[in-house]
Each structure stands twice: as structure tokens, then as C-alpha cells.
């Protein structure tokens, strides 16, 4: 475990990762047109370079890892930085074909880089700030969504989406260099946060389905938000990107607070957030034609979501049965799968029964997946003796 500077520094190449994976997933959305003129394909083939992206991370974490899992941290996150740098300058060198290719390379890296990134991190530090680490990664990704997207679409549309990509591969260039020089090269199997530090198969069986359920309800709502704001609660289109803002933003305080309760109260903090969300999204079915009312919702959802990466991440690198790296790729693996999972159930109850009732459906979700957690017991209580009696 590394100290002081070396290891501030060190997370925050990782946290620089973080946000350059997050942006080039989601650059192609706000440059899909432009995209989609100058490689000549239609706008839904051009789509398909986001889904394609999050299909292949879902699908390729878990072996992938586990194929890996030996090579020490610092050379393999090297190595996976250096897949995105040089597959994302390869992606804007020629036609369709170049980019989809390209980006399915990248997707690639990214299946492994979210496996291991939150254990490398934790690894660097005490392990009782694991959860403010863990925190710090992916408030990093966040930081993706809220600054990294939007100011690489406004290059590219005021240069090329080619640049747009080119300025990302720039800051994976930086850090892969922060990476390079600092992360320790220990053997993964080293250090505090390659096993959990209390392990349990039924708590983290727990996790994984409760992921799977609540992203699938999330994003259920989250893929038709446009439509929702527009068409329910009556905004202009110009208005939803400044909603959308409103949702990034209030979701770093999110981030920070759920660092800290992730250390005090782990399971709390898996809570809270499936909770809140519901209770979002549900608001937003029954109140959704009242502007104000959805601005204080959609910033109560932008809280609330991604507290779940964080504090589900955290809770696996205390709950894993084995290595970390594993559990962190099949808890990437389900999320992933969510995301896929909501834009598809989204799409089939948007045609069916309209993009209101969609929002219920997902609030519907969200509290299954909090039914879910509640099936874990309270640490110490009567009820978790008897089950690890048994």
C-alpha cells in the first residue's frame, strides 16, 4: 500500500480513467447526426455505436478478468489505457467500419478497467476510507457525464466529432502516464482489497440481483427522459439539457455523500439510494405535469443514482466471497446488462402504454430491487447469527 502524495496522485490518474471511459461511451450521443452524415450510415446504425459499446462490456467482464486476473495492477491498467488511447485515435481514421470496430476495442478495455479499478484504488489506502476511495473513482465517471460529454460534444460540433475523440484520447494518454509511474506493480492476489474483508455469498448474491434489478428499472425511465419532460411535464427541447445538468450536478453531492456512508453504514447506504429512486420515480408518474415538482425530482434522481456504483462497488469489496476483481466484474457484467435491459423494457412500455406509465413500471422495479436488499439482516442481529449457524 502506497502513501501521501504517490498515492493521492495515483487515484486521481484513476479517477482521469474513469472520466475518459465514461465520456468516449456516451460521446457518440451528442454527436450521433454528425456522426451518422460523415461515416454515411442512418442515425439508428449509428445508435448501435452506444449499444454495441455497453453489449460488449456486459458480456465480455467476467472472462475477460478472470483471464487477467493475475497481471499486476500497474501493467494491466497500463495496458488498458493503452488500448483506449490507441484504439480511440484509430476509431476517427476512417469510415463505419474503422469506428465500430475501434469502439468495440475500446468497450474491451472498459470491461476489464471497471472490474478492477475500484480494488486498485481501494488497495492504496487504509481500508477504513474504502468507501470514500471507491467514492472518489467514481465520482470521477461522474464528473464524465456532467463535464467530460457535454464539452467534447461542443468541441466536436464546433470542429468534428474526429477532434472530439482525439481531445478524449488525450486525457487517457495523461492518465495512462499517472498510472504508468505510480500504481504500484504488486501481484493483484497482494494487499487488503483483493478478498473481501467480510466475506459473505449470501449478502453478495443479494447485491448482484438487486443491481440487475434496479438499473434495468432505472434506465427504464432514464433512456425516454426527453420524451417524459417534454411530452408529461410540458418543457421545451432546449430545456432538457439544462435539466439534464441539474440531474449531473446534484449527482456529485451524491457521490460525496455516499463515500461517507458507505464507511459508516454499508448497508445503509445500498439502501438509501434504491429508495429514494422509487420514491423519484414514482413522484415523477404521479406529479410529472407539474414543472417545479419535476425539476426537484429529476435533481432527487440525479442524487440518488450514482450512489448506487459507488456504494454497491464498496459493499462488494467488503461482501465478496473470493477476489474482488471477479465480484467487481460480475456486479459490471449486471449493471451493464441493466442498462441494456431498461432501454429495451423503456422501449416495448413506451409503444404500449405510454411514457408515463413507463416511469411507474420503473418505480415498480426499483422497489422490487429494495424488497431484495431488505432480505439481507441486519449485522448482528438474531436473524444473521441463525443464518451463519446454519
Known amino acids: 500500500m502506497r502513501t501521501g502524495t504517490g498515492s493521492v496522485v495515483a487515484l486521481g490518474a484513476l479517477m482521469l480513467a474513469a472520466f475518459s471511459y465514461l465520456t468516449v461511451e456516451l460521446l457518440p450521443v451528442g454527436l450521433l447526426p454528425s456522426i451518422a452524415r460523415d461515416v454515411g450510415v442512418s442515425l439508428p446504425a449509428a445508435g448501435l ?33 493503452a488500448v483506449f488511447v490507441a484504439a480511440t485515435c484509430v476509431s476517427v481514421t476512417g469510415g463505419y467500419g474503422v469506428l465500430f470496430g475501434a469502439r468495440v476495442a475500446t468497450a474491451l478495455s472498459q470491461s476489464v478497467f471497471w472490474s478492477v479499478v475500484a ?53 487517457g494518454l495523461l492518465s495512462l502516464a499517472g498510472v504508468a509511474l505510480l500504481l504500484p506493480a504488486t501481484s493483484p492476489e497482494e494487499g487488503h482489497a483483493a478478498t473481501g474483508s467480510a466475506p459473505d455469498t449470501f ?22 427522459i426527453a420524451p417524459f419532460l417534454t411530452d408529461v411535464s410540458g418543457f421545451t427541447a432546449r430545456s432538457v439539457s439544462v435539466l439534464l445538468l441539474i440531474y449531473g450536478v446534484a449527482g456529485l453531492g451524491g457521490v460525496a455523500a455516499s463515500g461517507v456512508l458507505a464507511d459508516r453504514a454499508p448497508r445503509a447506504a445500498t439502501l438509501a439510494p434504491v429508495a429514494i429512486l422509487a420514491a423519484a420515480l414514482l413522484g415523477l408518474h404521479l406529479f410529472g405535469t407539474a414543472r417545479a415538482v419535476t425539476v426537484a425530482l429529476v435533481a432527487l434522481w440525479g442524487f440518488a443514482m450514482p450512489q448506487i456504483p459507488t456504494t454497491f462497488q464498496s459493499r462488494v469489496l467488503q461482501v465478496a466471497p473470493g477476489n474482488t476483481d471477479i465480484a467487481s466484474a460480475v456486479l459490471s457484467a449486471m ?27 420503473a418505480a415498480l422495479l426499483l422497489t422490487v430491487a429494495l424488497l431484495i436488499l431488505l432480505r439481507e439482516p441486519v449485522p448482528g442481529s438474531r436473524r444473521d447469527t441463525s443464518r451463519l449457524r446454519s
Open 203 to 224: 449478502r453478495y448474491r443479494l447485491i448482484v440481483v438487486a443491481t440487475a434489478v434496479a438499473v434495468t428499472g432505472v434506465y427504464a425511465a432514464y433512456t425516454y
Open 119 to 171: 480494488p486498485a484504488a481501494a488497495a492504496l489506502f487504509a481500508p477504513g476510507v474504502r468507501g470514500r476511495v471507491t467514492a472518489a473513482v467514481f465520482g470521477g465517471a461522474s464528473l464524465g457525464g456532467v463535464l467530460g460529454v457535454p464539452g467534447a460534444t461542443w468541441l466536436g460540433q464546433q470542429t468534428s466529432w474526429r477532434v472530439a475523440f482525439l481531445a478524449v484520447a488525450g486525457l
Open 335 to 361: 449493471f451493464n446488462l441493466g442498462i441494456a435491459a431498461g432501454a429495451f423494457v423503456g422501449g416495448l412500455l413506451l409503444s404500449g402504454v405510454g411514457v408515463r406509465s413507463t416511469y411507474l413500471a
Open 49 to 81: 455505436l452506444v449499444t454495441g459499446y455497453g453489449l460488449t462490456v456486459a458480456v465480455a467482464s467476467l472472462p475477460l478478468t478472470h483471464l487477467l486476473r493475475r497481471i499486476p495492477r500497474r501493467y494491466l491498467l497500463s495496458g488498458l489505457l
